[in-house]
């Protein structure tokens, strides 16, 4: 039986997307000068990551559109400001190389819980890790100090983006990088403007194969923290 891998994920405002390239420009000469290898994310593929799904079967996507669709019925739109850089583990021993996210109300993070319960509901095991809104930039093949190369970019502030809509993403693997397409939108409507039918109790056996997964796309290694 075919299956997909999956993410929920929400995209950057153009402005955004831009002011986080160059940064990624900067630290990449930087990286060079200091002979470290990083694998730089396009930056057509920003985004926020809101749920890792990994693989899954492709006959439960509809159930899981569905599911997604009714996690964002009534949900107001979202302001959320990227600012600062970082790195997972650490910056003294990282393997990724990210940008915050930051949103004072908790809309976002309510939001990442109603996601993460309707899939739940699906028969997807429950994330272990708390939330930690970001925007994966690079990848290291192994873990290595990038202090030097990241630390004078900082605290720069990249720019604001309003979510309006979360999107339900394929992650294909290719020999330059994951590639990302789009399967589902599912926009922020209110209940008067949505018609949801009964969940298929049948896409509950969509997951159960995935958690062996061991790092998702947004970057952050599904191990051990």
Known sequence: MSSKRLFVGAQLSLATVNALAGAAETLARRAKDAKLELRWVAPASYHVTLRFLGQTRSDAIPAIQDAL?????????????????????????????????????????ALARRIEDACVGLGYAPEPRAFHAHVTLARLRETRPVRDVVLPLAEQMFGDTRIDAITLFESETKSQGSVYREVHRSGFKSASECQTG???????????????????????????R
């Open 198 to 224: 009964p969940l298929d109790l049948d896409a509950r056996t969509a997951s159960g194969e995935h958690s062996d997964d061991v790092d998702s796309d947004d970057g952050w290694p599904r191990g051990p």
């Open 69 to 109: 669709d009714k996690a964002v019925i009534d949900t107001p739109s979202i302001k959320v400001r990227t600012t600062r850089l970082g790195a997972f583990g650490s910056l003294d021993k990282a393997r990724v190389v990210w940008a915050g996210i930051e949103e004072a109300t908790g809309q976002l993070a």
